[in-house]
Protein backbone atom coordinates (compact mmCIF):
# COMPACT_ATOMS: atom_id res chain seq x y z
CA UNK A 1 0.00 0.00 0.00
CA UNK A 2 1.49 3.17 -1.04
CA UNK A 3 1.65 5.70 1.94
CA UNK A 4 1.35 9.20 2.01
CA UNK A 5 1.68 12.32 4.18
CA UNK A 6 -0.46 15.03 4.13
CA UNK A 7 0.87 18.67 4.96
CA UNK A 8 -1.87 21.20 5.02
CA UNK A 9 -2.89 23.85 7.22
CA UNK A 10 -6.33 24.10 6.66
CA UNK A 11 -7.86 21.06 9.17
CA UNK A 12 -10.98 20.63 7.34
CA UNK A 13 -9.39 20.36 4.23
CA UNK A 14 -6.80 18.16 5.37
CA UNK A 15 -9.47 16.03 6.76
CA UNK A 16 -11.21 15.85 3.80
CA UNK A 17 -8.04 14.84 1.94
CA UNK A 18 -7.62 11.90 4.34
CA UNK A 19 -10.85 10.72 3.78
CA UNK A 20 -10.47 10.43 0.23
CA UNK A 21 -7.21 8.97 0.14
CA UNK A 22 -8.37 6.16 2.54
CA UNK A 23 -11.22 6.12 0.12
CA UNK A 24 -9.05 5.35 -3.02
CA UNK A 25 -7.29 2.67 -0.79
CA UNK A 26 -3.53 4.19 0.42
CA UNK A 27 -2.43 4.38 4.07
CA UNK A 28 -1.97 7.98 5.85
CA UNK A 29 0.62 8.06 7.65
CA UNK A 30 -0.17 11.72 9.46
CA UNK A 31 -1.08 14.91 9.35
CA UNK A 32 1.22 17.67 9.79
CA UNK A 33 -0.07 22.09 9.98
CA UNK A 34 3.30 23.27 9.42
CA UNK A 35 6.73 23.25 8.35
CA UNK A 36 8.21 22.47 12.22
CA UNK A 37 5.18 19.45 12.11
CA UNK A 38 6.08 17.75 9.17
CA UNK A 39 10.12 17.85 10.04
CA UNK A 40 8.78 16.12 13.08
CA UNK A 41 6.63 13.50 11.35
CA UNK A 42 9.66 12.75 8.71
CA UNK A 43 11.85 11.83 11.74
CA UNK A 44 9.44 9.21 12.40
CA UNK A 45 7.88 7.88 9.09
CA UNK A 46 8.61 7.08 6.03
CA UNK A 47 5.97 8.24 3.43
CA UNK A 48 6.42 6.87 -0.50
CA UNK A 49 4.49 10.31 -1.57
CA UNK A 50 3.71 14.03 0.38
CA UNK A 51 0.89 16.20 -0.61
CA UNK A 52 2.38 19.24 0.12
CA UNK A 53 0.04 22.50 0.88
CA UNK A 54 2.45 25.43 -0.54
CA UNK A 55 0.79 28.49 1.68
CA UNK A 56 1.51 27.11 5.65
CA UNK A 57 1.03 29.00 8.71
CA UNK A 58 4.58 30.36 9.82
CA UNK A 59 7.34 32.08 7.97
CA UNK A 60 8.40 28.89 6.88
CA UNK A 61 5.95 27.89 4.03
CA UNK A 62 5.57 25.20 1.97
CA UNK A 63 8.26 25.53 -0.35
CA UNK A 64 10.82 25.84 2.37
CA UNK A 65 10.29 22.45 3.42
CA UNK A 66 10.06 21.11 -0.06
CA UNK A 67 13.61 22.13 -0.40
CA UNK A 68 14.43 20.34 3.48
CA UNK A 69 12.38 17.02 2.07
CA UNK A 70 13.92 17.07 -1.33
CA UNK A 71 17.96 17.84 0.84
CA UNK A 72 17.77 15.25 3.24
CA UNK A 73 15.01 12.92 2.85
CA UNK A 74 14.80 12.47 -1.06
CA UNK A 75 11.13 11.69 -0.93
CA UNK A 76 8.48 12.90 -3.75
CA UNK A 77 5.98 15.39 -3.02
CA UNK A 78 3.12 16.49 -5.03
CA UNK A 79 2.05 20.67 -4.46
CA UNK A 80 -1.54 21.02 -3.55
CA UNK A 81 -2.57 25.21 -3.29
CA UNK A 82 -4.94 27.68 -3.91
CA UNK A 83 -2.71 30.06 -5.30
CA UNK A 84 -1.83 29.38 -9.22
CA UNK A 85 0.14 33.11 -9.94
CA UNK A 86 2.80 33.16 -11.57
CA UNK A 87 5.59 33.84 -9.01
CA UNK A 88 4.37 31.12 -7.26
CA UNK A 89 4.61 28.91 -9.82
CA UNK A 90 7.96 29.85 -10.68
CA UNK A 91 9.17 29.58 -7.05
CA UNK A 92 7.36 25.90 -6.46
CA UNK A 93 9.17 24.91 -10.11
CA UNK A 94 12.67 25.47 -8.67
CA UNK A 95 12.00 22.89 -6.32
CA UNK A 96 10.98 20.12 -9.02
CA UNK A 97 7.90 18.69 -7.41
CA UNK A 98 6.76 15.79 -8.86
CA UNK A 99 3.22 17.23 -9.76
CA UNK A 100 1.16 20.09 -9.17
CA UNK A 101 -2.79 20.02 -7.81
CA UNK A 102 -4.63 23.30 -7.72
CA UNK A 103 -7.62 23.74 -4.90
CA UNK A 104 -10.63 23.03 -4.80
CA UNK A 105 -9.68 19.50 -6.44
CA UNK A 106 -12.40 16.23 -6.42
CA UNK A 107 -11.38 13.04 -5.85
CA UNK A 108 -10.98 11.71 -9.39
CA UNK A 109 -8.28 14.47 -9.67
CA UNK A 110 -6.78 14.07 -6.88
CA UNK A 111 -6.76 10.12 -7.70
CA UNK A 112 -5.17 10.72 -11.50
CA UNK A 113 -2.59 13.16 -10.27
CA UNK A 114 -0.75 10.34 -7.62
CA UNK A 115 -1.27 8.04 -10.59
CA UNK A 116 0.62 10.05 -12.89
CA UNK A 117 3.02 11.33 -10.28
CA UNK A 118 3.65 7.04 -9.30
CA UNK A 119 4.23 6.81 -13.14
CA UNK A 120 6.66 9.84 -13.01
CA UNK A 121 8.54 8.72 -10.38
CA UNK A 122 8.73 5.32 -11.86
CA UNK A 123 11.07 7.21 -15.21
CA UNK A 124 12.74 9.08 -12.94
CA UNK A 125 14.38 6.46 -10.80
CA UNK A 126 15.28 4.70 -14.46
CA UNK A 127 13.22 1.91 -13.46
CA UNK A 128 11.34 0.60 -16.85
CA UNK A 129 8.00 -0.58 -16.86
CA UNK A 130 7.66 -3.94 -17.92
CA UNK A 131 6.55 -4.18 -21.29
CA UNK A 132 6.57 -8.00 -22.89
CA UNK A 133 3.65 -8.56 -22.86
CA UNK A 134 2.02 -5.07 -21.01
CA UNK A 135 2.33 -4.80 -17.11
CA UNK A 136 0.35 -4.57 -14.26
CA UNK A 137 3.60 -3.44 -12.29
CA UNK A 138 6.30 -1.35 -12.17
CA UNK A 139 9.68 -0.93 -9.86
CA UNK A 140 10.86 1.75 -7.90
CA UNK A 141 14.02 1.99 -6.10
CA UNK A 142 13.49 -1.29 -3.38
CA UNK A 143 9.28 -1.07 -4.16
CA UNK A 144 7.12 -3.10 -6.53
CA UNK A 145 3.94 -1.09 -7.31
CA UNK A 146 0.84 -3.58 -8.65
CA UNK A 147 -1.94 -1.52 -10.51
CA UNK A 148 -5.49 -2.67 -8.67
CA UNK A 149 -8.03 -1.00 -10.57
CA UNK A 150 -7.84 2.43 -9.04
CA UNK A 151 -5.19 2.39 -7.24
CA UNK A 152 -1.48 0.85 -7.01
CA UNK A 153 -0.27 -1.80 -4.29
CA UNK A 154 3.27 -1.31 -2.67
CA UNK A 155 5.06 -4.85 -2.15
CA UNK A 156 8.44 -4.43 -0.74
CA UNK A 157 10.94 -6.44 -3.15
CA UNK A 158 12.95 -7.80 -0.05
CA UNK A 159 9.70 -9.52 1.17
CA UNK A 160 8.91 -11.17 -2.29
CA UNK A 161 9.94 -15.21 -1.42
CA UNK A 162 9.86 -16.67 -5.17
CA UNK A 163 7.90 -15.87 -8.27
CA UNK A 164 6.03 -18.17 -10.19
CA UNK A 165 5.42 -17.98 -14.20
CA UNK A 166 2.07 -18.98 -15.52
CA UNK A 167 1.44 -18.19 -18.94
CA UNK A 168 1.84 -14.45 -19.72
CA UNK A 169 1.15 -14.28 -15.62
CA UNK A 170 3.46 -14.22 -12.82
CA UNK A 171 2.11 -15.10 -9.05
CA UNK A 172 4.31 -13.38 -6.48
CA UNK A 173 4.51 -15.08 -3.43
CA UNK A 174 5.28 -12.77 -0.64
CA UNK A 175 5.90 -12.79 3.55
CA UNK A 176 2.13 -11.60 3.79
CA UNK A 177 0.25 -11.85 0.75
CA UNK A 178 -0.02 -13.56 -2.64
CA UNK A 179 -0.02 -10.82 -6.14
CA UNK A 180 -0.61 -11.93 -9.99
CA UNK A 181 0.92 -9.74 -12.93
CA UNK A 182 0.57 -9.68 -16.40
CA UNK A 183 4.29 -9.97 -17.41
CA UNK A 184 7.39 -12.33 -18.63
CA UNK A 185 9.61 -14.28 -16.20
CA UNK A 186 12.62 -13.70 -18.12
CA UNK A 187 11.85 -9.86 -18.71
CA UNK A 188 10.98 -9.52 -14.69
CA UNK A 189 14.07 -10.62 -13.38
CA UNK A 190 16.09 -8.28 -15.28
CA UNK A 191 13.57 -5.37 -13.70
CA UNK A 192 14.41 -6.30 -10.30
CA UNK A 193 18.55 -5.66 -10.55
CA UNK A 194 18.77 -7.68 -7.28
CA UNK A 195 21.81 -10.40 -6.83
CA UNK A 196 19.56 -12.23 -3.95
CA UNK A 197 16.93 -13.35 -6.67
CA UNK A 198 18.01 -16.35 -8.87
CA UNK A 199 16.33 -18.49 -11.95
CA UNK A 200 16.09 -21.88 -10.48
CA UNK A 201 14.06 -23.18 -13.38
CA UNK A 202 12.42 -22.15 -16.51
CA UNK A 203 9.07 -21.30 -14.39
CA UNK A 204 10.68 -19.91 -10.87
CA UNK A 205 12.65 -17.36 -9.68
CA UNK A 206 12.96 -17.24 -5.80
CA UNK A 207 14.39 -14.87 -3.15
CA UNK A 208 17.94 -16.74 -2.15
CA UNK A 209 17.65 -14.75 1.46
CA UNK A 210 15.17 -16.78 1.97
CA UNK A 211 16.26 -20.08 1.26
CA UNK A 212 16.51 -22.89 3.71
CA UNK A 213 17.83 -25.92 1.71
CA UNK A 214 19.15 -26.94 -1.31
CA UNK A 215 18.82 -30.27 -2.93
CA UNK A 216 19.41 -31.69 -6.82
CA UNK A 217 16.16 -31.29 -7.57
CA UNK A 218 14.88 -28.61 -5.17
CA UNK A 219 15.21 -25.23 -3.75
CA UNK A 220 13.51 -24.98 0.13
CA UNK A 221 12.46 -21.35 0.88
CA UNK A 222 10.89 -21.31 4.11
CA UNK A 223 8.88 -24.78 4.20
CA UNK A 224 8.07 -24.82 0.27
CA UNK A 225 9.61 -27.07 -2.03
CA UNK A 226 10.75 -25.26 -5.35
CA UNK A 227 11.95 -27.13 -7.69
CA UNK A 228 15.27 -26.49 -9.71
CA UNK A 229 16.99 -27.66 -12.98
CA UNK A 230 20.11 -29.43 -13.38
CA UNK A 231 21.88 -26.44 -14.88
CA UNK A 232 20.78 -23.93 -12.32
CA UNK A 233 21.45 -26.17 -9.47
CA UNK A 234 25.34 -25.95 -10.87
CA UNK A 235 25.22 -22.33 -11.16
CA UNK A 236 23.91 -21.75 -7.68
CA UNK A 237 26.56 -24.07 -5.98
CA UNK A 238 29.36 -22.13 -7.66
CA UNK A 239 27.25 -18.81 -6.03
CA UNK A 240 26.68 -20.22 -2.57
CA UNK A 241 29.43 -20.14 0.21
CA UNK A 242 29.97 -23.70 0.37
CA UNK A 243 31.95 -25.15 3.53
Same mark, same amino acid.
Request: hydrophobic share 45%.
Given at each position: ? *? %??????? @????????? &?????? $??????? #?????? #????????????????? /??? $?? =?? $??????? !???????????????????????????????????????????????????? =????? /???? *?????????????????????????????????? +??? $??? =?????????? =??? #??? &??????? /?????? +???? &???? /???????? @?????????? %????????????????? !??
Amino acid at each position: M *V %KILIVED @ELIIAEDVR &SMLCKM $GYEVLGV #AMDYHE #AIHLLKSTTPDLILLDV /NLN $GS =LD $GIDLAHE !ISKIYKIPFIYTTSYADTPTLERAKATHPINYLVKPFKQEQLLTTIEMALHQ =LAALE /NASI *VSEPKADSFIIKDALFIKDKFKYTKLNIHEILWI +KSD $GNY =LEIKTLHKDE =LIR #ATL &SNFIERL /NSQVFF +KTHK &SYIV /NLDYMTNL @EHNFVTIQQT %KIPIAKNYYDILVEKLN !IV
